[in-house]
């Protein structure tokens, strides 16, 4: 297996702009995380899917972010309308039947927004 | 929801020594603790993990250790090596969400 799978894994964007971070997890694998890793405020946990269903978005910073996964092997996390202060390594990360299982990360997106 | 606590935030050991990150969390109800390794510019890689019913976990040169009463848990490395220089990760899993330690940058000089 390749992994957990983003794309593009850098993107550098205008504020203002929409954004779209693509995640691929690994077959099999039932959950699914979204992660944002920035100096200040470390790693943070944005959203989790459990068979592609939102179990819990409370890591979720604002309206702006909103994230799907419409089926088994694809998740998408977007921000409309970006700001310079969502620059930041997203991390996609999935497991195989619990929370608990062990999450392997994909290599991450560095965005950043100007 | 769950606070983690790490400390510290920077340690440097020489090689062959041992190095201790700790971390304390505040919800009683978490019960998984994983902890993660990151090289500089890659992904954080799982390296060991321990749950609440246990109080002690070891993999090779790597130990955690977890205290249910006073709501901390420890990573161990003994026998260093300049490949263990990384930042680490520890975490508490409470009811439904993963809460992260701040990081401890750890270097091993040879």
């Known amino acids: 297996d390749a992994g957990v799978i983003q794309s593009p894994r850098h993107e550098v964007t205008e504020m203002g702009q929409e954004v779209t971070l693509r995640c691929k997890p690994i077959?099999?694998?039932?959950?699914l995380f979204w992660y944002r890793q920035t100096m200040m405020r470390g790693l943070e946990l944005l959203i989790y899917?459990?068979?592609?269903?939102?179990?819990?978005d409370s890591g979720m910073p604002e309206d702006r972010f909103s994230a799907k996964m419409p089926n088994a092997s694809f998740s998408t996390l977007k921000i409309q309308p970006s700001e310079p202060r969502d620059s930041a390594v997203y991390f996609c990360?999935?497991?195989?039947?619990?929370?608990?299982?062990?999450?392997?990360f994909g290599p991450g997106t560095r965005l950043t927004v100007l | 929801g769950e606070n983690v606590e790490q400390h510290p935030s920077t340690l440097s050991v020489q090689e062959g020594d041992s190095a201790v990150i700790k971390c304390t969390y505040s919800d009683s109800a978490s019960n998984y603790f994983p902890w993660y390794k990151q090289e500089l510019g890659k992904r954080p890689q799982l390296i060991i993990d321990i749950r609440s019913n246990v109080g002690e976990k070891k993999d090779q040169r790597i130990a955690v250790t977890l205290n249910k009463t006073a709501k901390h848990f420890s990573l161990h490395i003994t026998e260093t090596q300049p490949e263990d220089s990384a930042v680490y990760f520890c975490a508490a899993k409470g009811n439904n969400d993963m809460r992260f330690g701040a990081g401890t940058r750890l270097t091993v000089k040879p």
């Open positions: 990360a999935s497991s195989f039947q619990a929370i608990t299982d062990t999450q392997y």
């Open positions: 899917f459990n068979n592609n269903v939102p179990i819990d």
């Open positions: 077959s099999g694998h039932d959950y």
